[in-house]
């Protein structure tokens, strides 16, 4: 098994421009998290779905981020318009629902200048 | 406001004696207690769990220990070898939630 696949691995970008980061969760997983790590505050829950429909976003800091799962293979998070307070690293995780063990990506190390 | 602390943002110990990382948490929902190991330029993995009704799990050289009383576990590895050097973090959930509360994470060396 592949594990859980994210993309980009690094993005620099510019204050002001658009990003996405994109995830695949481990085939069979009905659960997907998105997760934010910074020094300060550790790993914070962004969003999560359960079966494609969103759960929980309680977490996406503002409403410059969105995030959405159209099938069950595939999610996205995007920033729009991005700053700098947005630089950490942003992780995918999948589980089964109902299940507590979540499988983490490598993340991606977003840097916003 | 965090649910689940780490007050300990890093721990030295020597190769071979016991490492304890410990985290406290306020809510009194949660049932369900893991801990996950992150190396650099990885994602977390899990590593041990424990369920509010016991107060040890073991797994090889891990042990988790859980005070419900005190509101606080901890993470004993005996014994510690340098391969363990890593972040741990600490992380809670309530019953029928999919949701994991994460701690700042401590960061372990074991040195030689």
């Known amino acids: 098994d592949a594990g859980v696949i994210q993309s980009p691995r690094h993005e620099v970008t510019e204050m002001g421009q658009e990003v996405t980061l994109r995830c695949k969760p481990i085939?069979?997983?009905?659960?997907l998290f998105w997760y934010r790590q910074t020094m300060m505050r550790g790993l914070e829950l962004l969003i999560y779905?359960?079966?494609?429909?969103?759960?929980?976003d309680s977490g996406m800091p503002e409403d410059r981020f969105s995030a959405k799962m159209p099938n069950a293979s595939f999610s996205t998070l995007k920033i729009q318009p991005s700053e700098p307070r947005d630089s950490a690293v942003y992780f995918c995780?999948?589980?089964?629902?109902?299940?507590?063990?979540?499988?983490f990506g490598p993340g991606t190390r977003l840097t916003v200048t | 406001d965090q649910q689940v602390k780490q007050n300990s943002p890093s721990l030295s110990v020597q190769e071979g004696r016991i490492s304890i990382l410990n985290c406290d948490y306020t809510n009194s929902m949660f049932d369900y207690f893991l801990w996950y190991k992150k190396y650099p330029a990885e994602g977390p993995t899990f590593l041990i769990s424990?369920?509010?009704?016991?107060d040890k799990n073991e797994d090889g050289r891990f042990t988790v220990f859980l005070n419900k009383s005190a509101k606080h576990l901890s993470l004993h590895i005996v014994p510690s070898q340098p391969g363990d050097s890593a972040v741990y973090f600490c992380?809670?959930?309530?019953?029928?939630?999919?949701?994991?509360?994460f701690g700042t994470g401590t960061r372990l060396q074991v040195f030689p």
């Open positions: 995780a999948s589980s089964y629902v109902k299940t507590y063990e979540q499988y």
């Open positions: 992380a809670a959930s309530g019953s029928r939630n999919d949701k994991l509360i």
């Open positions: 779905f359960n079966n494609n429909v969103p759960i929980d």
């Open positions: 085939s069979g997983h009905n659960s």
């Open positions: 424990i369920s509010s009704i016991k």
